[in-house]
């Protein structure tokens, strides 16, 4: 082929391009120190380079999200290490209280200390960085206590990003440190009246009885003894190895033809709750020579010890109160109420035997009380008695308190009897029947023993006075006094205390329907409930505390443990048998999905079918009513041939007939779901539209829940339920109770709150004029164990408990200083659990705040690993990623050098090329 000078000259440009292009690229590669700078370059490293420099970036937002989260769990750090510090003077303070050497001056001191570490940990709690709170969950732009001293932010954790799927939570929330749970803890109940030794007390009671030993005797100058001894009395707590009649004051018995006297017996009612939630009901004698410790066993053995297990320990304190501890950890539902009387409560064959507590009231028998809590009660006793067994024979007291109805204060001699007794009461025997309250009987002995009997009719103008005037007209020389809400009647013709008395005094409050001013049942006359009974007599007829528009119950709803019992149901409705499965979420709050059958105290839950409960209220517009609750698991059909499970009953026509029209049904999800106590399964047969063949199929209906109970307050204490059409037609009625229910929420709000205590806001006015009750409608009943639900009690206080409420702890520790109790004492603040127990329940904030310190101090150095991780990774990536891009300039100015003297001798080339003429082509 022949190659013509063009050829060459092609040639020749094309190979000084490409070296010229190679020059280039090589002094572009030293001048930037990168290989490529475009894709096409070289694909392959720019792939691998774009791959290395996305993780560069993301090993950059690990540290820079670990440096975050490193911040805030070290600000986490710092503020709980103050958190400890702060407790540990807040301890140290509590100790100081406890020396019983202070005087006002000193504790008030304490308490002001107190209450300035009390905010400093209000301060504390609210420390923010970057206008983030660090202790507010995920809402971080919430304050997390407020002024109240209440928990406003979440549970949520939030979580820094360290890789691919991998992320770490960095913050304590403050539900979980403020009310947070330790289940290595155990619940802790005190009971708060002080146990003085009766007989050390009472030495004017005390006689020696034949046979050489001590014996009680309220009646002793009738019996013509004299006291043992003229010691002084003095106020010694009681202990273990002091005897029953020491304990209870309970008379023992004389035997006037043998002139000898023999032990009494005391009698001891207990309810309450086991560790595993099943209650308990116990009625027991002792006699009066028996142990304390004994007794302390009694108890013990009703919680379920036996002589090979114990699940509670039963001490005393050094003030002589019943304490309750569970021995397994982690248990949230323990409960406890005691009595002890004269009365017969365990033995039908006996003389004296009642089986209803309101008979105590009612017949004024002796009791000595072991808790009290001074709650506003329901007025449902009619009859009240005076005793004088109180070691002072002079002195008659009955068991009631006398309240206004709408105001917490005690009655004053000017209050109308109207605003304490009410205008009417429930009837006797009747469940939601009411009459008015027009006039008190009375009746029983004068200070001569005469028999006496007298009548006060009440008109809106009769006051307290009056009825005090009228017992003094009535029972001779007594004098009559109105104090801190107990009616006090003095026999004046008694001098010493431990001389008899003649008087008796018994009120009857009762509906005159004749208006002859006397009490005739033959003329239309009915008793009506309308005395309130003291703590002692009144475990849970109780209205919920009232605060402005808020009403709330004292007690937390806990979920039980056990199994769950469900019925299985054919399609006829027939039972063909019974599923058993675990309660879910046991020891643990109930919300308002919480079936009401899974915290109830049952040992079987088909004890809750047929169980009423009794919901006693004050609608909006401040009007009193009674609702019956009944929670079925076994349906009944009405007139109509409509099928009904559990429902509620408000009696309108007030005759005391479970009338059709006054019974509401309590809906599932639809019209065709009626609620029962517990959840059932209906099966019913079908055809596979798939396959052809029959198969079983499973509807499950869940048992009342909290939802629905709450559904049915707001639906009575507004009034809406008397929209509800509940005539005939089922689908009305539940389209009818929707809308009544969105109507009655318009107005108030009621909720389970997060302790599980029953709350109830009044939307409409504040002060509410609402109150609400609810209780086991047998709840007075001496024997036999009973499923119960509690809202509101006068219960044992708890000292501590694996859930921690930690504000709610420092109030009422500073409370207990302010009060100066050292120990419960129901007669200075029935709730108090004192300084004592206050420091317990610190110590346990104490171990809480350090778990918690603990483990962010663990996240907190976990993120300086990870930071370093991350830097040394980065360095890794960055140094393959140079590998890969960066010149070697070395290698590179070798490349040059040669790339030059190639271009050079290219140069050349042509320079010669170009000077050939034709005569030396040719």
């Known amino acids: 082929m022949r190659v013509t000078q063009l050829t060459q000259y092609n040639n020749f440009v094309l190979n000084q391009q490409n070296t010229l292009s190679e020059l280039n690229k090589v002094q572009t590669q030293i001048a930037t120190g990168k290989k490529i700078e475009n894709m096409y370059d070289d694909p392959v490293v720019f792939t691998k380079y774009l791959k290395l420099d996305e993780e560069i970036n993301s090993f950059t937002q690990i540290k820079s999200s670990a440096q975050f989260a490193k911040t805030f769990a070290n600000e986490t750090d710092t503020a709980l290490n103050d958190f400890v510090t702060t407790l540990d003077s807040f301890k140290t303070n509590l100790l100081k209280a406890a020396n019983d050497t202070n005087d006002v001056t000193s504790r008030e001191a304490i308490v002001k200390e107190l209450q300035g570490e009390l905010e400093h940990l209000k301060d504390l709690s609210n420390t923010s960085i970057d206008g983030k709170y660090i202790f507010s969950g995920s809402k971080f732009n919430t304050k997390p206590i407020d002024d109240n001293y209440e928990y406003q932010g979440n549970d949520q954790k939030v979580k820094a990003y360290l890789g691919a799927g991998v992320e770490r939570e960095y913050n304590i929330d403050g539900k979980t440190l403020f009310l947070g749970r330790d289940d290595d803890y155990k619940k802790h109940l005190s009971l708060n009246v002080v146990q003085y030794d009766k007989m050390k007390a009472n030495p004017e009671f005390v006689v020696r009885g034949s046979d050489g030993k001590l014996y009680i005797d309220k009646d002793i100058k009738a019996h013509h003894k004299i006291p043992d001894s003229e010691d002084v009395p003095t106020n010694e707590p009681i202990t273990g190895e002091s005897q029953i009649r020491m304990l209870t004051g309970v008379s023992d018995e004389y035997d006037k033809a043998k002139d000898k006297y023999s032990d009494g017996k005391s009698y001891f009612y207990l309810k309450g709750r086991k560790p595993n939630g099943e209650t308990f009901t116990k009625s027991f004698a002792l006699s009066n020579s028996y142990s304390v410790n004994y ?285 058993e499965e675990e309660i879910e979420n046991p020891q643990t709050y109930a919300n308002k999905d919480t079936r009401l059958a899974d915290v109830a105290g049952y040992k079987d839950s088909s004890e809750l079918d047929g169980k009423e409960f009794v919901i006693n209220f004050k609608d909006k517009d401040g009007n009193y009513k009674r609702a019956i609750l009944t929670l079925r698991d076994t349906p009944y059909t009405d007139a109509n041939g409509n099928m009904h499970y559990s429902t509620f009953w408000v009696d309108e026509n007030n005759d005391g007939v479970r009338d059709d029209n006054e019974v509401y049904d309590i809906f599932g999800n639809s019209a065709g779901e009626l609620t029962s106590a517990n959840d059932r399964i209906t099966l019913s047969t079908q055809v596979d539209p798939k396959t052809c063949k029959i198969c079983t199929k499973e509807n499950r209906e869940k048992g009342m829940t909290y939802k629905q109970l709450n559904d049915v307050i707001s639906l009575l204490v507004t009034g809406e339920y008397k929209n509800i059409d509940n005539s005939g037609d089922q689908q009305q009625e539940y389209d009818t109770t929707q809308q009544a229910l969105q109507a009655a929420k318009t107005q108030v709000d009621t909720h389970l709150d997060d302790k599980g205590r029953l709350v109830l806001n009044d939307k409409t006015e504040n002060p509410t004029k609402i109150k609400l009750s609810i209780f086991d409608k047998d709840t007075d009943s001496t024997s036999g164990d009973s499923p119960m639900l509690t809202f509101q009690s006068n219960d044992a206080l708890t000292v501590d408990s694996p859930q921690v409420d930690f504000f709610g702890t420092l109030q009422k520790a500073i409370d207990s200083v302010a009060n100066g109790l050292n120990y419960p004492d129901s007669e200075k603040s029935p709730r108090d659990t004192g300084i004592q127990g206050a420091i317990e329940a610190i110590d346990h904030l104490q171990d809480h705040i350090r778990r918690n310190h603990a483990k962010i101090g663990a996240v907190s150095n976990e993120f300086d690993l990870t930071i370093q991780r991350t830097d040394m990774l980065k360095v890794n990536v960055q140094q393959l990623q140079s590998d890969n891009i960066d010149t070697d300039i070395g290698e590179a100015s070798m490349r040059l050098n040669s790339l030059q003297t190639s271009y050079q001798a290219l140069l050349a080339s042509i320079a010669k090329v170009n000077n050939i003429t034709l005569l030396n082509y040719l």
């Open 295 to 579: 007794l302390l066993d009694k108890i013990g053995e009703a919680f379920g010890n036996t002589t090979t297990s114990k699940v509670v320990d039963v001490s005393l304190n050094d003030m002589g109160q019943i304490q309750i501890k569970d021995i397994a950890s982690g248990k949230m539902v323990s409960d406890f109420y005691m009595l002890a009387t004269n009365a017969n409560i365990s033995d039908p064959s006996k003389p004296n035997y009642t089986t209803d507590i309101k008979d105590l009231v009612k017949d004024g028998y002796y009791v000595n009380e072991f808790q009290k809590s001074d709650f506003d009660s329901v007025r449902d006793t009619s009859t009240i008695t005076a005793q004088n067994k109180d070691f002072d024979n002079r002195v008659f007291k009955f068991a009631s308190d006398f309240k206004l109805i709408d105001n917490p204060r005690n009655a004053l001699p000017n209050d109308k009897l109207q605003d304490v007794l009410g205008s009417e009461a429930i009837v006797d025997g009747s469940d939601t029947q009411t009459e008015p309250v027009s006039a008190i009987k009375l009746s029983g002995t004068d200070t001569n023993g005469k028999d006496v009997s007298s009548t006060l009719v009440i008109n809106s103008d009769t006051t307290m006075q009056n009825l005090m005037d009228k017992i003094k007209d009535t029972f001779g020389d007594v004098s009559v006094s109105l104090e801190n809400g107990k009616l006090i009647i003095t026999d004046n013709k008694v001098e010493n205390k431990n001389d008899p008395s003649k008087l008796s005094v018994k009120l009857q409050a009762f509906y005159d329907a004749d208006n002859d001013g006397g009490y005739n049942p033959a003329d239309g006359d009915k008793l009506v409930g309308a005395f309130r009974r003291s703590d002692f007599a009144n475990e849970d007829k109780l209205f919920l505390n009232s605060d402005g528009a808020t009403i709330q119950g004292n007690v937390s709803q806990v979920i039980r443990e056990g199994i769950r019992k469900i019925v299985v149901y054919d399609e006829s409705g027939k039972p063909v048998g019974v599923r």
